[in-house]
């Protein structure tokens, strides 16, 4: 039998049911009997774990949930691919039973294949790949998958983006009456060792980017009721949303349609693995925005330009 | 509302993710010079004359960075009070990285969420007034 832990929302499965311990998590919840079996067995005595010592458990823990059979077999290493041979979902159909992507199964699928199968699922069969992905379990996973969309998407569109954003800095600096400073701090950004210290900085810093965009989210949700899921749900989200970024490739308009591509992916992936109401997410995101200084500073300097002043 | 210990591990969390966050923007904040940038400054305020609800959080991290707690203070209380949050998610990170020590988290009921909710709107509007008065009526808090 199948059943979902209620504090980290992971499937497992068990043999019995009754009070025992998340294999996941490792927090004490009570499976209970489906309907017409016989009455649960007898409690293990309790180990001296944290969870164990959490006050209005004693003896019982949470409530599981006990699940029906997968339609695509049991959870675990032996797992189907998710989004693959499981029947689709949606309203009213079967439900999926969450697992580990193909990236997380890279060791059995081969490492390129995990990639490219979890790049794929995720940028053209959203609704699965997110139904599909299990919400908790380390983050490292995620990141790395992330970390490797960005780094290879970084390396091929450096170098171009570099001569772009020149370019158009020198149309900038030409046609508008920026203050001598401004004009220096522009024109340094064109330099080799600028253009260099930004990608190796970028690129070896976005595991920490990552994760500071998955706490800022994270609280936000939290704050917004729509963080049922826990961090590790928001940082799959925040990583596994990573795959359009490689639109980056397609010159100039490619990098727009790839950020708002992934931007959409994130909200669906936190709708979906939080099992939230969409508005929570974009409500985060709102308040994101209202309350981040460079928000308004932002603001501040489009009306400067627009009224041509500057502080 | 329960507390719950974490197992003793270096798994990151949300308090690992939000020490990273205080521990990135204080280091900018200490290293680089962001209010005597030439484009600095707030042109919304300068144009409308009302400050907005982040107003004075630049000047808060620079400040704390600094250890400077009553003039962050001055800047925007709020702001300070979430940057010592930062500053105590920075310390526990390091403690939890490097000697596994367990991170608490609450587990609060969804009545008890309402209720934080609430007194952050609170708290935010009560201190967005005291920021906008202070730069609208600056005597009432330095004298005549």
Redesign the interface.
Known sequence: MQARCPHCTSVFTTDRTGVQFCPSC??QINVPAPPGAPPPSPPPPPPA???A????APGGGSQGQVLPPPAGGPVGPGAPPPGGTLPPGGPGGPARVPGPTPWERRKELGFWRGWGQTLKQSMFSPEEFWSSVRPDG??GDPILFAWLTLAITSAITAYPNHAISTWLTRLMVSAGQF?P??RR?MEGERSPAFFWGWLVGYVLLMP?FA??A???V??LL??T?GAKGG?SATMRAVCYAAGPLLFSLIPLVGGIVGSVYSAVLFFWGLVRLHRSDWWRPVLSFVLLL????C???G???V??IA?G??? | M?V????RSR????V???G??GV?GLLVARFVPMAR???????????FGWP????G??RVADRMSHFNVADAWDANPLGTVAALGFMAAALWTFLHLAFRV?VAELDLS?RE?RW??VA?VVLVVANWAFVALKYRHPELFHGA
């Open positions: 490792g927090r774990t944290p969870a010592a959490v006050p209005g380390p983050i203050p400073e401004l701090l920490a994760i500071i998955g706490g800022i994270h609280v939290l704050l009721g961090f209202a309350f981040c200084c928000c308004s500073f603001l501040g300097i009306v400067g009224q002043v500057h502080p | 329960k719950l210990w974490s197992p798994s990151i969390g949300v690992d993710a939000l990273i966050t990135c940038l030439p484009f600095w400054g707030c042109l919304l305020r300068q144009r907005c609800l982040g107003c959080l630049t367990p969804d969420w934080v909710r952050l």
